[in-house]
């Protein structure tokens, strides 16, 4: 996949939006889409345990995996699309659906971490499935969205 297809963002410098479009362009690779949805269980890891090492080393996979894999070669992948289309929906601030989505997301991370924090395994626990479930709710508005750029034929190049 051609990095330099999509359009840059106004709102950001050009340096700055090619590091996002080069980010994104890797990040859609479904490997690397899909294996950071896998790790996110990973990230209460270290809090449960109380070990900096581990933080360390997660923190560094949640870092490195949106660049350690190439382009995707097509967007036939559910999970590319929805990081394309992540990636057009990012551009501007949106009050919608998915942000709704990113805010519910988001607290039960919050809550996951508190739970590791207190060894509560039935806090963490389900906690952390329902923010791995609101992630793929989040994707599928995001292909949709990718979707629906597409046929408008709003610049996706």
């Known amino acids: 996949m051609d990095t330099r297809r999509y359009r840059q963002s106004e709102t950001l410098s050009t340096g700055s939006a090619q590091l996002k479009r080069w980010v994104f362009a890797r990040h859609s690779n479904p490997l690397s889409a899909w294996s950071r ?3 996110t269980p990973l990230i209460v890891l270290p809090i449960w345990k109380r070990s900096t090492w581990a933080g360390a ?3 560094a996979w949640m870092l490195l995996n ?3 894999f190439r382009s995707p070669r097509n967007e036939n992948a559910w999970s590319t699309r929805a990081m394309l289309g992540e990636e057009l929906w990012s551009e501007r601030l949106r009050c919608d659906k998915a942000s709704a989505i990113n805010v519910l997301s988001t607290a039960a991370m919050v809550v996951s971490i508190v739970g590791a924090r207190r060894r509560s395994a039935y806090q963490a626990l389900p ?3 329902i923010q791995m479930t609101l992630t793929l709710v989040f994707w ?3 292909a949709d969205f990718y979707a629906k750029a597409q046929y408008a034929g709003q610049s996706t190049r």
């Open 66 to 68: 949106p660049i350690v």
């Open 140 to 142: 599928k508005l995001m």
């Open 57 to 59: 080393a997660v923190t």
């Open 37 to 39: 949805w896998a790790s």
């Open 127 to 129: 906690a952390t499935a």
